[in-house]
């Protein structure tokens, strides 16, 4: 059984950052990719950036230059690096693993920007 844990939202100003950090944990396992999405209120969930077993990331043209998505393969973990934030980044973030052909989420992690 795998299992995710998310850390690292909160309230934040614009044009501060954040670091998100999601843990897998279960038995031994091989991850195929891993990624994190956001979900504003109202709005449908979508993917921020993505990286592969090989180290390839892709980013949502909205947040490239800003965030950096980056793992510790050693430790089973995804980092998501978030710097100049704006309102508009507000949502609540979700990492995804694939591991074995399956999808496993985290509980999500919520990220306000506000002054």
């Known amino acids: 059984q795998v299992q995710l844990v998310e850390s690292g939202g909160g309230l934040v100003q614009p044009g501060g950052s954040l670091r998100l950090s999601c843990a897998a944990s279960g038995s031994d396992f091989s991850i195929n990719a891993m990624a994190w999405y956001r979900q504003a209120p109202e709005k449908q969930r979508g993917v921020v950036a993505s990286?592969?077993?090989?180290?390839?990331?892709n980013y949502a043209d909205s947040v490239k230059g800003r965030f950096t998505i980056s793992t510790d393969n050693a430790e089973n973990t995804v980092y998501l690096q978030m710097n100049n934030l704006n309102p508009e980044d507000t949502a609540v973030y979700y990492c995804?693993?694939?591991?074995?052909?399956?999808?496993?989420w985290g509980q999500g992690t919520q990220v306000t920007v506000s002054s």
């Open positions: 995804k693993f694939r591991i074995g052909g399956r999808n496993y």
């Open positions: 990286i592969t077993s090989g180290g390839t990331t």
